[in-house]
């Protein structure tokens, strides 16, 4: 019995032609099966539109939306294939990894620098690997696929603008690799024993703030009434100037402790944070209720903590639980 997988479109460049303005989605989803013909004697693959935006305009609600058609369908398919655009595809394959956790059927994510369009292109290899991703029995979750690369949906990022090495796996092995039109794995799969976990609530208030030379302290207290989550994007292993970290303990004053959760990232790519190494992170744990995401990528930590906040969890305690809890593979932390 062939296997049958859904294949969710939502545009990008992989769909994208140029009109003369610039390239922007024209492909439907039925338009993906004229480049995947020779898997019809394997599987049946069934095409479905969820959107046709250019990726720089996802966001929270167009993941609730996939998350929607995977939970919907998921009895009735072996797999689970979303065509993307590159540049927010990393911030979709982590959210997914957390609004849809402990999957034995895979959930795969590919897209392309060129148009599938385009005569010379990586669209038509990203979609045939991924399809062998997903019809292969050991894939598992969510994945993404790229350039013959199987990276886990939280260590993905992407760190080539035209290249067709356009992702990375960060502070973590490849999962596997696809080369010559075969599947090899380097790790074995571990996941709970338990069913599939959809998860259909986010809290998209969360704000990154990226750390300059001098900056003004002066945003702090509106940043704080505007969101709920400020993601701190340090300098180096992680730390903050003595002057924010004052200008922070002094309006979290005037909330609960739940209320505001702050959370120490780096500008750094590889190799993540350690607070603990310098006064001023050491400092700044000290004095502030704030996370740290060790060697997470900083668009797992984003898409983590708008999940967890859409848990409506109301202790502290507990959210630092979830945030330091691994899932697909998102954090090994190192105190």
Known sequence: MKKRILLLTTGGTIASGDKGNGLTPVLSSEDFLEYVTEFREICELVPYEVCSIDSTNMNADYWLLLVKHIRENYNDYDAFLVCHGTDTMAYTAA????????????????????????E??????????????????????????????????????????????????????????IQDDRVTYYFDFRMEDSPVHFHEKINPRVFLLKLTPGMSVEIVPFILKMYDCIIIE??????????????????????????????????????????????????????????????????????????????????????????????????????
Not at 262 to 275: D, N, P, R
Not at 277 to 300: C, F, H, R, S
Request: glycine residues 8%.
């Open 120 to 177: 010379i292109t990586d669209a038509r290899k990203n979609l045939h690997d991924s399809i062998r991703c997903a019809l292969d029995e050991r894939s598992r979750g969510v994945l993404l696929v790229f350039d013959g690369k199987i990276i886990a949906g939280t260590r993905a990022k992407k760190t080539a603008t035209f290249s067709y090495n356009a992702f990375s796996s960060i502070n973590f092995p490849l999962l596997g690799n």
């Open 95 to 118: 959210a997914l990894s957390y609004l849809i956790q402990n999957s034995r059927k895979p959930i795969v994510l590919t897209g392309a620098q060129k148009s599938i369009l385009s």
């Open 234 to 335: 340090s300098f180096g292993v992680g730390g903050m100037p003595d002057e924010l970290t004052a200008a922070f303990e002094r309006e979290l004053e005037n909330y609960e402790p739940h209320e505001k959760v702050l959370i120490m990232a780096t500008q750094v790519t590889y190799e993540g944070s350690s607070m603990g190494t310098y006064k001023v992170g050491k400092q700044a744990k000290g004095n502030l209720p704030i996370l740290e995401t060790y060697d997470m990528t900083l668009e797992a930590a984003l898409t983590k903590i708008m999940w967890i906040l859409g848990q409506d969890v109301r202790d502290f305690s507990t959210i630092e639980w979830y945030f330091y809890k691994r899932i697909n593979y998102d954090i090994y932390r190192n105190d």
